[in-house]
């Protein structure tokens, strides 16, 4: 199933389901979709092929097998306005917004999903949104 995930998110009301990221860690190591794939996929997810929803030009969107996943950014500043986006949808909805976040990407899903994931990657997981 292709999941519209940033879509996805804003619908989200389960604080179990809520997601978030951070900018901490070294993230420049995670230069392609294909570097931070193969990471994750080390971290023993399996990632579902990328794929572009043409209602969001300049993002590419990939399930890892959670609830969430990843979205990769054209550029850093479509990242941030994204996320920030997203954070305050969390705010409203008065969830918490678990993530990892990288310079052009961020990845999404529930607490105990991102916390493996950033231990695996090396970025810091951080909670944002209401808490």
Same mark, same amino acid.
């Given at each position: 199933?292709?999941?519209?995930?940033?879509?996805?998110?804003?619908? %989200? $009301?389960?604080?179990?389901?809520?997601?978030? %990221?951070? $900018?901490?860690?070294? $993230?420049?190591?995670?230069?392609?979709?294909? @570097?931070?794939?193969?990471?994750?996929?080390?971290?023993?997810?399996?990632?579902? /092929?990328?794929?572009?929803?043409? @209602?969001?030009?300049? /993002?590419?969107?990939m399930g890892c097998g959670w609830s *969430?996943?990843? &979205?990769?950014?054209?550029?850093?500043?479509?990242?941030? /306005? $994204?996320?920030a986006s997203l954070a305050e949808i969390? /705010?409203?909805?008065?969830?918490?917004?678990?993530?990892?976040?990288?310079?052009?990407?961020? &990845?999404? *899903?529930?607490?105990?999903? +991102?916390?493996? &994931?950033?231990?695996?990657?090396?970025?810091? +997981?951080?909670?944002?949104?209401?808490k």
């Amino acid at each position: 199933m292709t999941l519209r995930i940033t879509r996805l998110l804003a619908a %989200l $009301s389960a604080p179990a389901l809520a997601l978030t %990221l951070a $900018s901490c860690g070294s $993230s420049s190591k995670y230069e392609t979709l294909d @570097d931070l794939t193969t990471a994750i996929e080390n971290a023993g997810y399996s990632c579902e /092929e990328p794929f572009i929803d043409p @209602d969001h030009p300049g /993002e590419t969107q990939m399930g890892c097998g959670w609830s *969430g996943g990843v &979205i990769w950014y054209d550029t850093a500043k479509a990242e941030a /306005e $994204s996320y920030a986006s997203l954070a305050e949808i969390h /705010e409203q909805v008065g969830v918490p917004l678990y993530s990892v976040r990288g310079e052009k990407f961020h &990845i999404i *899903g529930p607490n105990s999903e +991102m916390k493996k &994931i950033s231990d695996s990657i090396d970025i810091q +997981m951080s909670i944002d949104g209401a808490k």
